[in-house]
């Protein structure tokens, strides 16, 4: 590196993998808690589970008097991730489903009733930086109408990709 006015000068740089949260969350006035997911990431779903429980802890271990998820500005990430998020919420019903191209391609990802579903009241916010999966977790929470979904109109890229290997 040459800094102005300075002598050229070497640094030795060290890659490193970088591992960052994707939930935050915190217990507001109340009972009511309030999560924000960034970005789909791959243990996003169970830190949604940890974030949860941390807030039931942080509210006497009470149940929440009601919940926010906070996608804004959250880009999407992990089609698996979303649907384990979307999961922790719903009882049963469609998540997503994926139509190919091909035949035999299609596929539904339906919740599966488990012990600890969280069923206090939610609000999902969104806004135009909302894209992919975070949409999916939106849709599949206000189709099931188990939130409300307040904001601005998202991204509009509720899609899925696959990457293809090629010889």
Same mark, same amino acid.
């Given at each position: 590196? &040459? ?83 979307? %999961? ?14 091909? %035949?035999?391609?299609? /596929? ?9 579903? &969280? ?22 929470? /206000? ?25």
């Amino acid at each position: 590196l &040459i800094r102005e006015g300075g002598q050229p000068f070497d640094v030795e740089l060290k890659r490193a993998i970088i591992k960052t949260k994707s939930v935050k969350s915190q217990l507001l006035e109340g009972d009511y808690g309030y999560i924000r997911i960034s970005q789909f990431q791959i243990n996003t779903g169970e830190e949604v589970g940890k974030a949860l429980a941390s807030l039931k802890k942080d509210n006497g271990g009470k149940k929440l008097g009601g919940l926010v998820l906070d996608l804004r500005n959250n880009p999407g990430g992990l089609l698996d991730q979303a649907v384990s998020v979307s %999961d922790t919420f719903l009882d049963k019903g469609v998540i997503v489903s994926i139509k190919g191209r091909r %035949d035999n391609t299609d /596929r539904v990802y339906e919740a599966k009733k488990q012990s600890d579903d &969280i069923h206090a009241p939610m609000v999902v916010l969104i806004n135009a930086g909302s894209a992919s999966a975070s949409e999916i977790v939106a849709g599949a929470l /206000r189709d099931q109408k188990r939130a409300l979904t307040v904001g601005e109109r998202s991204f509009g890229k509720g899609s899925v990709q696959n990457i293809i290997p090629l010889s």
